[in-house]
């Protein structure tokens, strides 16, 4: 067994887009439900529409990549709106229960044959990030993200981190923008505003009686977060091709697994808890499958692959349980309040 | 305009080829990258699409295409009636020719009076701007076109109230958990889920003929299996005073990990239950049933009945209903809270389990994320009917069952569920304790 490259290809994931990605839905998520106590299921939908915003302004209307960004964020923003303008007035359950099913509605839009011209139905959309990737298009050409690269071609980095200019531009421009990202959201929970929140999230109708206008506040809380995960699909979407079935219920249930296991009323748990989700998935998803392999486990590989979601769906119960306040938080900020 | 004449030219291909509401099952899985017969896969756009004939894929059609520039492809379909073929430009037009001399005998592509063509074998097709095109010909044997809007109206309706009452019987229990003990409890699902997977591991130890005997053992499983989350993981949660936000993410947890247990030792692939290809004969018109429908809404009807009569007139019933109404007041009058709320889960547990069993055979198939794929359907049928209210819940799955089959009458057979998602939310907003909840039960 290769326990040098299994611990290498785990170790790597530290700094993968998709640990990235995954910190800044999850950070998204800490601001809806950590300080603001909105129970919001349905963070995949803002992350679809962010990665799809980001390739259908690319390949629909022609846009830079850099405008295109922003077509992401602007759906996400939108999507906020016409989500919390019925339902913010709804209380816990019922309010999880309506982004769920609004995530679902977004995701099987995006699947649908009816709008496959603009979406690329089953197949998703590829190629917008221009040539360099994985997968190019001719007719993107100059001028997208991967040709923004200022990196001169070759392997940089040292063990688990040797890669190419490309994996360590996307790095850099995920450290920026989970760097922004934090830096924003420690400012905003340590102000006013995010005492305003933090008071909404433990006793709404005090806040109420002190004149303030609750609705908007948790308005505010749901788009800021909103645009969170849209960058975290963004940021999906600048490393590979999106594809509908990656923004699926199981994809926020992953999200809330990790913001739990980091603290969901902190500020550095969802990047803590994305890094441990993300390197203990890849872990175990090589471990299993090797064991299985030597003949040390009774299963098939196939079957050892999969046993690393079985103890992500049990480790959120357990953590649930035992350690609401999650590995970083603190226990006077109990996000879960009766 | 495009999307539009594509949602014109999908809603009247429903139109044209009734039979094919089967089309669409899958669609709240996981989405499998389609294996089509390519060529040309190294240009970069492409065109793909389907032929079927009521629903039934045709493998080994020959497809031309034609476009500017000189291009010129054939394309066969593989055997789930599938093609792709690579094309050089995009924004642009190619004709689409299906080659009839390779269709079986006896069936002809229909004429389709929503577009302008007039061979609807040929058909033009325009890569947009997202670099893909779909264009699929879906078949109907010269008979079945004239099939009338009353027998698709009925047909849809008939469809639909199978498919409500078997929504009905995983709801009645999620509603009847939650009045008890206010857990909107995700892990329904894999209760579902349960109920098919057990009968199709009973099937294989004891073998095809013994199917009516599989079905009760795997029924007792379920609840066995409703009864053990209580004892082991509820019940102390409920000693424990778990908050309502812990106990829904306590479930989701729950379900993530069962429904990759299933999918560890059943793999990703769908099975059959013994008796699923029934044959279908004809009602009237063109309105066909098959066997198993008539026996699961019958067994549907039957098993409701009985659940409202122990739910009205028993004495337990009486309890659940007191204790869903107002559980310490229930508790002061010298019920025993814990013991009911066990029965509840049972009870939910069976009726989820056998609705899994009749879901199996409406889909058709059993897979690991099976129950996942209508847990929402169940959410808004329940929320519809007014969360913790039984009877609220079997209205609610009617409307949502009808609502789901009778809107691919309209809207392209992909979205059916997202009609009934919109009610959902609609419901949260207009009226959230749903239609026979009681308003304070909206905090």
């Keep these: 067994m290769d326990f040098l490259g299994i611990f290498n290809s785990s170790v790597s994931f530290i700094l993968a887009p998709t640990t990235m990605a995954y910190a800044l839905a999850t950070l998204g998520l800490a601001l809806h439900f950590g300080f603001g106590g909105l129970l919001n299921m349905g963070m995949a939908g803002f992350m679809a529409l962010g990665a799809y915003g980001y390739a259908i302004g690319i390949l629909t209307f022609g846009l830079p990549w850099y405008f295109a960004a922003f077509v992401g964020i602007g759906a996400s923003i939108i999507f906020a709106l016409i989500l919390g303008i019925p339902t913010l007035r709804l209380r816990g359950d019922y309010l999880a229960i309506v982004t769920i099913a609004a995530a679902e509605i977004v995701r099987l839009l995006l699947l649908s044959s009816a709008f496959g011209g603009i979406t690329g139905s089953a197949d998703g959309l590829s190629g917008f990030n221009g040539p360099g990737g994985t997968i190019t298009n001719p007719t993107v050409g100059a001028g997208g993200f991967n040709d923004s690269n200022p990196i001169p071609p070759g392997e940089y980095g040292f063990g688990p981190f040797l890669d190419n200019e490309r994996t360590w531009y996307l790095r850099i421009v995920g450290i920026i923008i989970l760097t922004l990202a934090i830096y924003l959201v420690w400012r905003l929970v340590n102000s006013p505003w995010g005492r305003v929140i933090k008071g909404i999230r433990e006793d709404e109708d005090a806040v109420r009686s002190l004149g303030k206008n609750v609705f908007a506040y948790k308005m505010q809380a749901l788009i800021i977060g909103g645009v969170l995960g849209a960058l975290g699909g963004l940021m999906l979407a600048f490393s590979t091709n999106v594809n509908s079935s990656v923004y699926v219920t199981s994809l926020t249930f992953f999200l809330w697994t990790a913001l739990l296991l980091g603290g969901a009323a902190t500020v550095f748990g969802p990047l803590a808890g994305s890094i441990i989700f993300w390197v203990l998935q890849a872990f175990l998803g090589l471990l299993f499958p090797a064991l299985a392999e030597a003949g040390l486990m009774p299963f098939t590989t196939i079957q050892a692959a999969q046993i690393k979601y079985i103890i992500v769906g049990f480790a959120l119960v357990l953590l649930v349980v035992f350690r609401p306040q999650g590995l970083f938080g603190n226990k006077k900020e109990l996000t879960f309040v009766k | ?443």
């Design chain 2, 1 to 443: 305009m495009r999307t539009m004449s594509t949602m014109r030219r999908n809603a009247s291909r429903l139109a044209s080829a009734v039979g094919a509401f089967v089309l669409a099952f899958g669609v709240l899985g996981l989405a499998s990258p389609a294996q089509a017969d390519v060529v040309n896969p190294e240009m970069p756009f492409k065109i793909s699409g389907n032929v079927q004939n009521k629903g039934e894929p045709i493998g080994g059609v020959t497809i031309n295409l034609t476009g500017g520039g000189g291009y010129a492809a054939t394309v066969m379909t593989d055997a789930e009636g599938k093609f792709t073929a690579g094309v050089p430009e995009k924004e642009a037009d190619y004709t689409v020719t299906v080659d009839e001399s390779t269709l079986p005998d006896g069936v002809a592509v229909i004429d389709n009076p929503a577009t302008e063509f007039v061979e609807a074998n040929v058909q033009t097709v325009t890569v947009g701007p997202g670099g893909r095109a779909a264009m699929n010909f879906f078949i109907g044997q010269g008979e079945r076109t004239t099939t009338s809007m009353f027998d698709q109206v009925v047909q849809r309706l008939i469809s639909g109230l199978n498919f409500g009452l078997m929504l009905a019987l995983a709801s009645v229990g999620l509603s009847l958990i939650y009045g008890t003990t206010g857990i909107s409890n995700f892990a329904h699902a894999e209760l579902v889920t349960f109920g098919a997977i057990a009968t199709f591991g009973l099937v294989a130890v004891m073998g095809e003929g013994l199917l009516w005997l599989a079905i009760p053992i795997a029924l007792v499983l379920s609840g066995a299996l409703g009864w053990g989350m209580d004892a082991t993981l509820w019940a102390p949660l409920r000693r424990r005073g778990m908050g309502l936000v812990q106990l829904m993410i306590v479930s989701i947890g729950l379900s993530l990990g069962i429904r990759y247990t299933y999918q560890f030792f059943i793999g990703g692939k769908t099975e059959q239950l013994p008796g699923s290809g029934a044959e279908r004969f004809n009602l009237f018109g063109s309105v066909s049933l098959s066997v198993i429908d008539i026996v699961s809404m019958g067994l549907s009807i039957l098993i409701i009945i009985a659940f409202a009569w122990w739910l009205s007139a028993s004495k337990i019933g009486k309890a659940t209903r007191a204790i869903s109404d107002n559980p310490s007041l229930a508790a002061s009058s010298g019920i025993d809270v814990d013991g009911v709320v066990r029965i509840v889960w049972i009870i939910g547990s069976v009726l989820a389990g056998f609705s899994g069993i009749l879901w199996a055979y409406f889909r058709p198939g059993i897979r690991w994320d099976m129950g996942g794929q209508i847990l929402l359907l169940i959410f808004a049928a329940t929320t519809l009917g007014g969360l913790g209210t039984a009877y609220g819940a079997l209205i609610g799955s009617l409307i949502v069952g009808i609502l789901v089959e009778g809107s691919s009458l309209f809207i392209p057979s992909d979205l059916k569920y997202v009609g009934a998602l919109v009610v959902l939310i609609g419901i949260l907003l207009f009226r959230p304790q749903g239609i026979l909840g009681r308003k304070e039960r909206v905090g």
